[in-house]
């Protein structure tokens, strides 16, 4: 089983950095505080003059200082993620891990792998990619808050949501508020790989062996 941790708003606080840097830059009386963030597309929420500028703002602009100066989602996620990480070489089934985020373009990519560092996972394979569509080909699960993505979920595989205001609608098949109550929830793994051994073919062994 192999899963793949999203970065965006499961461990790198990107909306809420997003937002931070939209106020300080474009527009300083931009209420944040009371901001109803109903979609992931953020373009559909802070007035850009234009897709371009958006666009600009995103992947050139401040592309560092949103996707690598962004906090993690919960003030001890960090270290609780790497013990995590030991944790579960301790399982009878040791699942692989990877790191994705999608909507990396250019000077993202430097910055995300910043972010990453920041962090100090030791998590080797990571996948930084485009398009929403690149993602699943990846993994047997995807943990992530992005609603495109959890709606591309094959039914061969495992979704696991975690909480956001603009997915509250996604259907998953697993649920928790934040990546910390993933990590701690010691019976996901093995519910997780129960789950797929039941969507796997049987193998049929040759009667004669």
Known sequence: MKIAIDLNDVVRAYTSQFASYYKKNIDRTFDIDNLDVWTSDLKEIFPFESKQHYLEFLYNDYAYEIHGCAQVMDKNLGSRFIDWCKEITELDEIPELCVVSTGEY???????????????????????????????????????????????????????????????????DFIFETFTDFMNDSEIIGEMNDMLSSTRPTKITDINE
Do not use: M, Q
Not at 120 to 138: C, F, G, N, Q, Y
Not at 153 to 168: F, G, H, M, R, T
């Open 106 to 172: 250019d000077k993202t990519i430097g910055a995300t792998h910043f972010f990453l560092s920041k962090i100090a996972l030791k998590i080797r394979e990571t996948h930084l990619l485009l398009k929403d569509e690149d993602v699943w080909s990846k993994c047997d699960v995807l943990v992530t808050a992005n609603p495109y993505l959890l709606a591309l979920k094959p039914e061969d595989k495992i979704s696991v949501k975690i909480n956001a205001s603009y997915n509250v609608e996604s259907e998953s």
